[in-house]
Nanobody
């Protein structure tokens, strides 16, 4: 699966931003799609995930209530709507897709086989 992320940019604290990720290739193999982020000097961390068929969604505690993940199966896209953004949300955001072969938690990077190129989100006044 090839993934192309877009929608990053600079926003003031309290603002909103919407990221989108377009999937192509073997999209019928997608079981879970997710978003991760990596801030400078930090490890990549889980943000949100969604089961491709059921739409069940999961969030890290740090974004729960502020971010919403969604997918459009017909268009093979997954989006991350981010609201009430904070400076600590500043990071490169990556979309990812995984099949059903991994039995561990959806929040682990190993659950995902394919990754997009990343899009930078900067929250600053």
């Amino acid at each position: 699966v090839q993934l192309q992320a877009s929608g990053g940019g600079e926003v003031q604290p309290g603002g909103s931003l919407r990221l989108s990720c377009a999937a192509s290739g073997r999209t019928n193999s997608i079981f879970t799609a997710g978003w991760f982020r990596q801030a400078p000097g930090k490890e990549r961390e889980f943000v949100a995930a969604i089961r491709w068929m059921t739409g069940n969604s999961y969030y890290s505690d740090s974004v729960k209530g502020r971010f919403t993940i969604s997918r459009d199966n017909a268009k093979n896209t997954v989006a991350l709507q981010m609201s009430s953004l904070k400076p600590e949300d500043t990071a490169v955001y990556y979309c990812a897709a995984g099949d059903s072969s991994y039995s561990g938690p959806y929040s682990h990077p190993r659950a995902y086989d394919d990754w997009g190129q990343g899009t930078l989100v900067t929250v600053s006044s």
